[in-house]
């Protein structure tokens, strides 16, 4: 963040992915969903991207890029952000991603550091997507679900940070990399509190806990569980469901927290504005003596 004035500050962010669809205008789509993503978690307005781009154009075709950019493009436009131009290089693989100028309020910025012991915690997309895109490079997605997971994936956070502002919460990040569990924990150490989260309320991809049974766990997931095992309290909660727990997300949803009395008006608010499968999954507590997080 930078401020400019007393009552404007810009955001700056970038990200970068490699490609986890096949279908390249999907991958620009979720690339660049997940690129504006940590603008709407702080509450900014996205109003300018670059492009940044690895590229095999030796042993791919430059259509595929083209395609690419014209998914981004697509969903820069939904977002109203404007394109300002980009970066290439070659690279073994393709990868694609954005930096993200927005526009925010110096004094209503939400970090998140800011929950409180009593907050509700809400939840705006369901987990479960690190695993389906294993399923998917292992040919063993049906394309139904591949469609329904994609959706998701290229679904902006701007409808979900709308109701957040309009409600009024005290902290928000989002789910990515670090899975639900791993962004949980930031929040908690970043606030000096713990975080309960009932693993039942948790909203999960149907066919994700089916393929974590099978074994299609992404890598990512078991560095997630080895970096925070030592702060996570889980008694009798089953390997599969913690590894949808430790499950690496790209363009998750993003993670709450709001007051008790306010969040079934947020919950409300996400429902009626198309986020129809947020919901509250836990709650902020004391920690007692250093942040944990407790699943139940």
Same mark, same amino acid.
């Given at each position: 963040?930078y401020k400019?004035?007393?009552?404007?500050?810009i955001?700056?962010?970038?990200?970068? &992915?490699?490609?986890?669809?096949?279908?390249p205008y999907?991958?620009?789509?979720?690339?660049?969903?997940?690129?504006?993503?940590?603008i709407?978690? %702080?509450?900014?307005?996205?109003?300018?991207?670059?492009?940044i781009v690895?590229f095999?154009s030796e042993s %791919?075709?430059?259509s595929?890029?083209s395609r690419i950019l014209?998914?981004?493009?697509a969903?820069?436009?939904?977002?109203?952000?404007?394109?300002?131009?980009?970066?290439?290089v070659?690279n073994?693989?393709?990868?694609?991603?954005l930096s993200?100028?927005?526009? &925010?309020?110096?004094?209503h910025i939400i970090?998140?550091?800011?929950?409180?012991?009593g907050?509700s915690?809400?939840i705006?997309?369901?987990?479960g997507a690190?695993?389906?895109?294993?399923?998917?490079?292992?040919d %063993?997605?049906?394309s139904?679900?591949t469609e329904?997971?994609?959706a998701?994936?290229?679904r902006l956070?701007?409808?979900a940070?709308?109701?957040m502002?309009?409600?009024?919460?005290h902290?928000?990040?989002?789910?990515?990399?670090?899975?639900?569990?791993?962004?949980s924990?930031?929040?908690?150490e970043?606030?000096?509190?713990?975080?309960?989260?009932?693993s039942?309320?948790?909203p999960v991809i149907p066919?994700?806990m089916?393929f974590?049974?099978?074994?299609?766990?992404p890598?990512?997931?078991?560095a997630?569980?080895e970096?925070r095992n030592?702060?996570v309290q889980?008694?009798?909660?089953?390997?599969?469901?913690m590894?949808?727990l430790?499950?690496?997300q790209?363009?998750?949803?993003l993670?709450?927290?709001?007051?008790?009395?306010?969040c079934p008006?947020?919950l409300?608010?996400?429902?009626?504005l198309g986020?129809s499968q947020?919901?509250?999954i836990g709650?902020?507590v004391?920690?007692?003596?250093?942040?944990?997080?407790?699943v139940l």
């Open positions: 963040m400019l004035r007393d009552d404007l500050a955001v700056e962010t970038v990200d970068m &992915i490699a490609a986890i669809v096949d279908e999907s991958f620009g789509m979720i690339a660049a969903a997940n690129g504006i993503s940590d709407y978690a %702080m509450g900014g307005k996205p109003i300018t991207a670059m492009n690895g095999p %791919m075709d430059i595929v890029l014209q998914g981004a493009q969903k820069l436009n939904e977002a109203g952000v404007i394109l300002m131009g980009g970066h290439s070659r073994d693989e393709v990868k694609f991603g993200v100028t927005g526009t &925010i309020h110096p004094e970090t998140k550091g800011g929950a409180k012991i907050d915690i809400v705006t997309k369901p987990i690190g695993i389906l895109t294993t399923a998917l490079k292992a %063993m997605l049906p139904p679900v329904r997971l994609v998701q994936m290229s956070n701007d409808k940070c709308q109701a502002l309009e409600i009024g919460v902290a928000c990040t989002d789910v990515t990399g670090f899975a639900l569990l791993g962004h924990g930031e929040m908690a970043s606030s000096g509190t713990s975080i309960e989260i009932d039942k309320k948790v066919e994700a089916q974590a049974h099978m074994g299609l766990i890598e990512g997931m078991y997630n569980w970096f030592t702060m889980a008694p009798g909660i089953d390997e599969d469901t590894s949808i430790y499950d690496p790209t363009s998750g949803g993670l709450i927290c709001v007051s008790p009395e306010k008006a947020l409300q608010r996400l429902h009626d986020v947020a919901a509250e709650r902020v004391e920690a007692a003596p250093c942040s944990q997080i407790i």
